[in-house]
């Protein structure tokens, strides 16, 4: 009996080392692939991070599966902190509120990417310092294949014309790349630093330590020139302010401060001096680009006017792109002389998350995270005692700063960098609960009841996970379908892309881009009448010029002119400095016969309308609308 009874312990014993080096290797070969540029497919540009979303979630369930086996062969508890709650309590909040609102159905990859933050939350709780220490190193290593990506396809290897400030990773434009390079020379600068202080606690391998120290300096001057060259003042603001923090509570400097404070002429000094500092940064970092500092002040003056309109409950989560522009379509149709009209655009972004916030959740949203934010730094055991929680605590600091000038939580991957540091900080959270889940279905009267229970919960898990697992593939093969045929409408195969659009209409219906190219595909086919119905459901989603105009035409071939204009007003005023929507009812009176009419349109915008960007459309524009009036 002794003989199988260590037999067994050895077997399971090796059984849990196989479970935990499966579970880190999956961990971390999905955290390096959803940061780095790598995909198994091309994907069209609207569906951008699809893939890493779905199968990074059907990566991080078969770890998270990983994490449960381990748990009932080893029998441990359930460890819950103070910050699990706090983020259970604000995750059952946007629920009800969704729930309560329900503004629109929301779009199934923004459940699943939420699904895949919360999986790797979890993993990332179960991760030792040493294996964290692997994770910022899997971290910068992605990171520096982004900018190898960039170098490689947006530099074509510095060629003429092209330098590192042409380099945007695989990300969307430079802001979200601008972002993640800052939280890498964040991690990477602690690390040199505690690389430092370890040096000197202990002299062993001292030319090893090094050699690992230069060869970080390297990468640490490397990601700061690409920092630079980002040309982002966000992230540029956000990391310094970081920096300044993270030195602060490094070297203890608020302990010297106080002695020092104690010194009259020292506080005049310094509260004299550090607002000049922030005002003359402040200032050049606007002056910098001040078109771009102007247009967001802009973004911010109309997304305000949401606010005031639904101040408590705010208009429901992840309707900041479908609500927007038609607040900008007001905005500049009772506005109509705003000098800062031709900075507008078509937008989808705040930036500036506390804002969107407030948009989409209101006042009370906004009380709600404030709470949960205080409770989250006071739970915190010795928020500053290791670098890791310095370099985390710190790392939210630089996504909230960066957050009040740019959208990070429109990221993935940020998204997936704050999962990171909050997962860190939690481990060092205060515990609320311990739960020995082998013992709270105890069976009694029964022989064996922890081996029956094990396998009740193995084979309920083992369900839902597949479930879980066919579902999210389901999805991916759709999105992956439609990715294929986007590529063939391109190429001008539009009745392949309406047959598929027509065969998966009820699982893409939530899609704002997959209506609008539906939409678009149907009026190329001159099916105007069902054309106008799928892009008015379109533009209810994600509302733009592009769409409104679109609309228009469908009607003006339906000969139902008065709603060609209506949309096309709409167009020009959600975007005055555009020509195309008046040209266009300029170009429908001339071709209906009221010459005269179109004649007053055409030259009043050759006369009062700037031309924002001087481009082939706009030339050939304005050359038709002097033709139009020579007439």
């Not at 490689?152 to 695989?170: E, R």
């Not at 002429?265 to 200032?283: C, D, E, H, N, Q």
């Not at 697992?469 to 590529?487: D, S, V």
Request: hydrophobic share 45%; proline share 2%.
């Amino acid at each position: 009996m002794a003989n199988k009874f260590g037999f067994s312990s050895y077997l399971l014993m090796k059984v849990e080392k196989v479970i935990d080096l499966l579970f880190v290797f999956i961990l971390i070969g999905s955290l390096f692939y959803l940061l780095s540029p790598f995909e198994f497919w091309k994907w069209d540009a609207i569906l951008y991070n699809v893939e890493k979303i779905n199968l990074g979630t059907l990566f991080l369930l078969v770890a998270f599966a990983c994490l449960i086996l381990k748990s009932f062969v080893e029998k441990k508890s359930i460890q819950l902190t103070y910050i699990d709650g706090l983020l259970l309590v604000y995750s059952l909040y946007l629920v009800i509120h969704g729930y309560l609102l329900r503004p629109i159905n929301p779009d199934i990859i923004f459940v699943i990417e939420n699904l895949l933050l919360i999986l790797l939350y979890i993993c990332i709780r179960n991760l030792n310092q040493l294996l964290i220490k692997y994770t910022f190193g899997i971290v910068i290593l992605a990171g520096l294949h982004q900018i190898y990506f960039g170098i490689l396809t947006q530099t074509k290897w510095f060629a003429p014309g092209f330098g590192l400030s042409d380099i945007k990773g695989h990300y969307i434009n430079q802001g979200p790349f601008a972002g993640i390079i800052a939280c890498l020379v964040l991690i990477t600068f602690g690390s040199i630093l505690n690389m430092f202080r370890e040096i000197g606690n202990d002299r062993q391998n001292i030319i090893k330590r090094w050699g690992i120290i230069s060869l970080n300096i390297l990468i640490l001057c490397f990601l700061i020139i690409v920092l630079f060259y980002s040309n982002s003042r966000a992230a540029w603001l956000a990391y310094m302010t970081c920096v300044l923090f993270y030195l602060w509570h490094w070297f203890a400097i608020g302990t010297r401060f106080k002695k020092a404070a104690n010194y009259s002429w020292f506080k005049i000094i310094f509260y004299s001096a550090i607002p000049v500092i922030m005002i003359g940064i402040l200032y050049g970092l606007y002056t910098y680009k001040r078109d771009s500092a102007d247009g967001r002040v802009l973004i911010w003056k109309i997304a305000s006017e949401m606010v005031f309109d639904k101040p408590v409950l705010g208009h429901g989560i992840n309707t900041f792109q479908s609500k927007y522009m038609p607040y900008q379509e007001k905005y500049f149709a009772e506005y109509k002389d705003d000098s800062k009209q031709h900075l507008a655009n078509n937008n989808q972004y705040a930036f500036n998350e506390s804002l969107k916030t407030a948009c989409e959740q209101g006042g009370m949203g906004i009380l709600i995270i404030v709470i949960v934010g205080y409770l989250f730094v006071l739970s915190i055991k010795k928020p500053f005692g290791n670098y890791l929680n310095l370099i985390s605590m710190s790392g939210l600091l630089l996504i909230l700063i960066f957050g009040f000038f740019s959208y990070p939580m429109e990221i993935t991957q940020l998204k997936i960098m704050m999962i990171l540091f909050i997962g860190i900080l939690s481990k060092s959270s205060n515990k609320i609960v311990s739960i020995k889940y082998w013992k709270t279905l105890e069976l009694n009267n029964l022989r064996n009841s922890y081996r029956i229970k094990r396998g009740v919960l193995y084979t309920i898990f083992l369900i839902v996970a597949l479930t879980g697992e066919y579902k999210l593939y389901k999805t991916f093969i759709i999105y992956k379908n439609w990715n294929t045929a986007l590529f063939e409408m391109k190429k001008g195969d539009l009745k392949s892309y309406i047959t598929f659009s027509e065969k998966n209409h009820q699982s893409l219906c939530e899609n704002g881009y997959f209506l609008g190219y539906f939409g678009k595909a149907l009026f190329k086919e001159k099916k105007y009448v069902q054309a106008h119905e799928t892009l008015e459901q379109a533009l209810f989603l994600i509302p733009s010029t592009d769409i409104c105009i679109d609309i228009g035409l469908c009607y003006k071939n339906l000969g139902e002119y008065k709603k060609a204009e209506v949309f096309w007003i709409k167009a020009s005023n959600m975007v005055p400095s555009q020509f195309k929507p008046e040209y266009l009812i300029a170009k429908m009176y001339f071709e209906i016969g009221q010459k005269d009419k179109a004649k007053r349109i055409a030259s009043n915008l050759l006369t009062n309308k700037k031309i924002k960007v001087y481009s082939i459309e706009v030339y050939q524009i304005i050359e038709k609308l002097k033709k139009m009036v020579e007439l």
